[in-house]
């Protein structure tokens, strides 16, 4: 070893143990443990890990602070560079915070034995401790232009939770993969850093928990079993809006482990902005960080879904039923796999392969497809209606077209949609011809204006809106 390498090799060894000491004991353990010191060059410090996961959360997290404290020590801008080499090579190069023999010794007593890979059967038992359900990773979700972002930032998280994008929020549809995105980033992570808590609810679950803890006087449990977790993941949050002391809690938990760069992850139904009775304060957290949304799948991610869940399943179905599902299901996943899993349940009892017209006669039945049929009211209906109403086509109202013949009943006509259905501005926006969510709450607000200002056009509206729900009874 040349005087550089020994002189950079002890001012690391300096370094380590002084941020040990401003880091919790199990943090420094579960980054610094992985990392050793290799080399050195001139004011080069060249540290190695055992994964590319590793070094990226070093460097996300700690690199400035390495950097710094060697700066600091030696008395010039020293860089450092991370490599990755083999685990048994890191035992090999020994550990960065053995300072001094003392300490290796007293290291040694309390250190648990070497790490073994944790069997399958115990992650297992651990992914189900923290409520995950262990079939939901991303090698099972299939990617189309619908959900590739919000896929890509379910990704990186997993990869570097509390880092990359925090908190996240993911909102779309029901069936739109929320919940399979939710638990595949809790599952990513026990794979691959088990030493991080991770916790996954439903927002009704916290509620359940929270309301119980109220009852039997375990709040104080409540909040540290919520507060000491890494990794945050609640699914389902517009089941909170109305639940005023929820919400409360759930801003202090929120708050805590914000503070102590904890990930946490959300979805909803809906962007945050069309919560209704969300108070301000929890529901700025939530559009903290990033956003996210799920659209509903196009025809040829619908045809790649409907493959690749045939493929889990081993079974095989033809070309042309596979056609009809993926042109007549169109609302979300769920009810696309809904729909296979009837066919391939009745060609397994049958054992053979189903005819186009036994599928088709089959999926006629489908609640999904039954559920389109009689909807309650659809917003094509509401469009149909105001149109025939101020005499201009469904296809103007949907249409680009600016004309202002056309920009009041289009306004009306989402007035409408919002006031009478339970569809999400994002999914009304879609039906009026890809429109932004934005564009629906503008026209919402702008109509309820114009009502208030103008007697003779609120009772229009008023007697559409009667006309339409009588359509749907
Ligand atoms: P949400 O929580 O948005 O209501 P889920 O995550 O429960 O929807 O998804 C419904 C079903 O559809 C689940 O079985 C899920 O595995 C499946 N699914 C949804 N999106 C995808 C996708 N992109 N690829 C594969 N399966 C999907
Ligand atoms: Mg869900």
Known sequence: MSDIQTTYFEFWQETASRIKETLPQQEFNTWFNRIAYLRSEERKVILAGASQFILDTVIARYRDLIVNTLSELTGEDINVEFVVVSRSEIEHIGKPHETTKQEVIQEKVVEAPPKQRISEEKTLKMKTDCNLNPSYEFNTFVIGDNSAFAYNASLAIA????????????????????????????????????????????????????????????????????????????????????????????????????????????????????????????????????????????????????????????????????????????????????????????????????????????????????????????????????????NVSSFEIKGKKKNKSLIQPRQIAMFLARDITEYSTTEIGTEFGGRDHTTVMHSYDRIESLMKGDEAFANTIMKLKRDLTSVKK
């Open 159 to 390: 990869k570097n939770p509390g880092v990359s994008y925090n908190p996240c929020l993911i909102y779309g549809g029901v069936g739109l993969g929320k919940t399979h995105l939710l638990n595949s980033i809790g599952n990513y992570i026990i794979n691959n850093t088990p030493e991080l808590k991770v916790m996954y609810v439903t927002a009704e679950m916290f509620t359940n928990e929270f309301i119980e803890s109220i009852g039997s006087q375990k709040t104080q449990h409540f909040k540290n079993k919520f507060r000491k977790v890494d990794v945050l993941l609640i699914d389902d949050i517009h089941f909170l809006q109305g639940k005023d002391s929820t919400q409360e809690e759930l801003f202090h938990t929120f708050n805590n482990l914000y503070e102590s760069k904890k990930q946490m992850v959300f979805t909803c139904d809906r962007p945050i902005s069309e919560l209704k009775n969300i108070t301000d304060r929890l529901s700025s957290r939530f559009e903290r960080g990033l956003n996210v949304d799920l659209q509903p799948p196009n025809y040829e991610t619908r045809m790649a879904i409907l493959k690749k869940k045939l493929f889990e399943r081993g079974a095989s179905m033809s070309d042309e039923i596979l056609n009809y599902i993926a042109t007549n299901v169109c609302t979300n996943v769920r009810d696309l796999e809904s729909s296979l899993t009837k066919l391939v349940a009745y060609s397994e009892l049958l054992g053979q392969e189903i005819s186009f017209d036994k599928g088709k006669e089959l999926l006629g039945i489908l609640p999904s497809l039954a559920a389109n049929a009689n909807q309650t009211l659809s917003i094509d209906t509401i469009i149909k209606v105001v149109g025939e109403y101020f």
